[in-house]
Structures are given as C-alpha cells and as structure tokens.
C-alpha cells in the first residue's frame, strides 16, 4: 500500500514538472508565433491611427496589453492589473513583446474612445498574412473552398436597460432581459481552428423600434462586410437551421460563395416534397464507406438527390446516415460519388464555431460573457475584438506545440504559464534568438 502511494506521488511530480516545463515553451513560443505568422503585427498596430491628444504609451502599447489580457486568459481587467503590480511579472512581460505593460485603465481610456473597426481591420491584415502564407490553404475543402461557419452567440446581458440599442426580451413572468449578442463569421478548418473572419453586433438602432434586430437581418450586414474584407476569398458558408432560406441561397450566389446548410424537417416543406418525388427517380444516388471514427470501423450510408428547384434555386439534398444520427444539408454545389463525403463533412464543421469559437471562448478562460465593459457599448466591442485577435494567436500556437493528448488541460497549462510569468524569469536573449530564427510550424 505505502508503497504504491509513493510511485503515485513520484508520477503526479513527474507530471508537475512536465507541465511546468510546457508552459514555460509556450510563453517563449508565443512572440515566437507572433513573429512567424504576423511579422508586421507591430507595424499594423502602428498604423492605426492616434486620436488622443497625449498619452505616456504609444498606441501599440496600449493594443498589446489589450490583447495579452487574452493571451494570458486572464479573465477580467481586474486581475490582469493584480498581477502588473508585480515587478516580475511587468519585467517579463517587456522581455516577451519588447513593450511596456499599461495599466487596464489605461486601455479601457482608450477603447472608449476608438472605433471598434479599427481593431477589426487589423484582424482582417493578421488572416491575410495567414493566407498569403497559405498556411490553412493544405485544409480547404475540394482542394478550393475555405469553409466559413455563421452562427450567433450572447456577450452580455442585464436586468436593466443598458444603452439604447440593447435587444429586449419579455419573460413569461413579466420581466425582461437587456441583451448584446453578435453574429460571427468564423472560418473552421478540419484541423481544429476557429477564426473570426468578420463579427455584425446583433443590435436595435434605438430604442424606438418597429422589430427588433435578429440574426437573419445581421447576416445580411455580415455578409456585406464579410466580402468587403476578402473579396476573392473562395468560401462555402455553413449555417445551422436557421439558414436554408432563400434571402440566404440568394446573398451566397450573389456573392459568388458556395452553401452547405442544415436543412431540419420543418425547413422548406415543398424542397422534402420534391426530395421524395425524386428519391424514386435516383435511386442510383448513393454510397456505402466503412470509415475509420476514433480509430472504429464506422458504416456511413450517402444518400442525395439532385435537381431540387427552390424560387430559382437549384438545391441539391445531401445526407449521411451514420448509426442513429443523420445529418442533413441543402446545397447549391454539384454532388457526386466523389464529392458527396467531402460536403457532408464541411456541412458537420459548423458546430465548431459553437465549440471551438464560442464555448471556449466563454469557459476556456477568456471570459466571453464577462462585462469588460458595463459604461461604454463601444469599448465592450473593442474587448470583444481583441479577445478575437488574441484567440487566433493561442490557437496558432496550441496547434504548433502539439497540446492535444497529452493528458494536460489547456487550463491548467495556462495556470503554469501565468505562475511562470510571475516567479520564472524570461531570459530576453533565447527571445531576441528564436526571432532571429527562421521556423517551420506544423499546424496539425
Ligand atoms: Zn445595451
């Protein structure tokens, strides 16, 4: 007994240690992944322009701490400030990103004041860099589409009207809610990665309203935007059962975008009509694989019928039968014996922007839902952007050092990293090496 207690107290300090030793490689490979995917980051930052009249930090100053109080996961300004009262901490921080730490108020001062589209241009400048650099191109679905996910999510609600542009809602009680969501575009890549391509605020104009905002109305708006910021970007949109209309068939073809969307029982009565007339007719249409899931033989049955006419659309039904799970999508794209798993598996992508995008951005540490900002509408956008800016660069570099499966929680490396950053000391000279440094990172 006594003995096996000890080999049990040997693993968990074996463990400690390798934690320990993770998250002290990740700190030094974050500026490292910085510098790698975004080399001009530090100029981007520089180029947006200074509104203030005077300030101790330059602007740069002020939008790297903004976006290190993600990057750390610190969860609320509050404790971000708690740990800058530490000289270790401050210290470190300026050996990282070679800049110095400004108070949170300092950055809230600020992002009263900026628009929250500046902090979106220089999210869209960082993907470009990743695309120019074709590192997500080796997971684009057909070898062609880079698969872009839509879906809404709540950042922050109240009891009491906030601003004037709140959503409300009646409860059955009587009461009623004061709410701020946002509808997102989020490339998803098979890989895991969840990047926010373009974010539309779900919001009235007043409070003076005939209807309300909602996500559908917003998509219209994002969909804009989202072709303003990657006009020649080759993009499938996946959407949940919300989608399959055809306002949202017409703004994709519009576009020149490609569509896999849920398509659930009650969506587009006369599409199933015509799905049951033609199933008779194409019999041929379908496939039988023995895939590999979570390395079990798994049996998925393809089924589609093609040729679907919808108000001036053609839809084709695609839907794969696996165990007791269907999933079904409505597509414009032409599907075959070759294509048909290819779509069906981009149509399943979706639920990582609820994942991937939203639930770990609310419960990994990066407080989404926290009030960063209760007083100013605009600086909450401006958290929300940099949260957004900050998640593309932990998930760059949770990919590139290989965190998966090893038993470890991101959480809880997380909490080394921060420890780290508080009674370990960066050594600046291994940093100013790794970025003279040229590096391959594989992001699998
Ligand atoms: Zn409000």
């Not at 998803?188 to 009235?204: C, K, Q, R, Y």
């Not at 409505?330 to 779509?343: F, L, W």
Request: overall charge positive.
């Amino acid at each position: 007994m006594l003995h096996s207690i000890s080999l049990k107290d040997q693993d968990t300090k074996k463990a400690d240690k390798t934690t320990k030793a993770i998250a002290k490689k990740l700190l030094y490979a974050m500026p490292k992944t910085i510098n790698h995917y975004f080399p001009q980051f530090k100029r981007y930052l520089r180029q947006i322009e200074d509104c203030r009249k005077r300030s101790e930090y330059e602007l740069s100053e002020i939008l790297t701490g903004a976006i290190s109080l993600f990057l750390f996961k610190e969860g609320s300004r509050n404790a971000f400030n708690q740990d800058r009262k530490d000289a270790e901490f401050v210290n470190n921080y300026e050996k990282l990103f070679g800049l110095r730490l400004p108070h949170m108020d300092t950055v809230d001062d600020l992002f009263r004041a900026i628009s929250p589209e500046e902090l979106e241009s220089f999210k869209i400048k960082l993907i470009e860099n990743l695309l120019e650099k074709k590192a997500l191109h080796k997971w684009r679905m057909l070898g062609k589409y880079f698969v872009v996910a839509v879906d809404g999510t709540g950042v922050m609600s109240f009891d009491k009207r906030h601003c004037d542009k709140c959503l409300v809602k009646t409860y059955e009680s009587g009461k009623k809610g004061y709410f701020h969501n946002v509808l997102e575009a989020k490339l998803v890549l098979p890989n895991g990665l969840a990047i926010s391509l373009a974010t539309e605020w779900i919001e009235n104009d007043s409070d003076n309203y005939d209807k309300q905002d909602c996500e559908l109305k917003a998509f219209h708006r994002l969909a804009e935007r989202l072709k303003k910021n990657f006009p020649r970007l080759p993009i499938c949109i996946v959407g949940d059962g919300l989608y399959p209309n055809q306002k949202v068939f017409e703004i994709c073809e519009r576009n020149r975008w490609e569509y896999i969307i849920t398509l659930k029982d009650g969506n587009l009565p006369s599409v199933w009509e015509e799905v049951k007339f033609l199933s008779t007719l194409q019999k041929e249409n379908r496939q039988k694989v023995i895939a590999l899931k979570q390395k079990k033989p798994t049996e998925i049955n393809y089924r589609w019928i093609t040729g679907i006419e919808y108000k001036g659309h053609n839809l084709n039904w695609v839907q794969a039968k696996e165990g007791k799970k269907k999933y079904i999508f409505v597509t414009g794209m032409k599907v075959d014996k070759k294509k048909v798993a290819q779509i069906i598996a981009s149509g399943r992508l979706r639920w990582k922007i609820e994942n991937k995008g939203f639930n770990e951005q609310k419960n990994g540490g990066y407080g989404l839902g926290h009030k960063y900002s209760e007083v100013s509408l605009t600086a909450a956008k401006n958290y929300y952007q940099s949260l957004q800016i900050a998640s593309i660069i932990n998930q760059l570099l949770e990919l590139g050092e290989k965190l998966k499966g090893r038993g470890i929680t991101i959480k809880h490396i997380w909490k080394n990293l921060l420890a780290f950053m508080l009674y370990g000391k960066i050594d600046e000279d291994v940093i100013a090496d790794s970025l003279k440094k040229r590096i391959q990172i594989r992001l699998e």
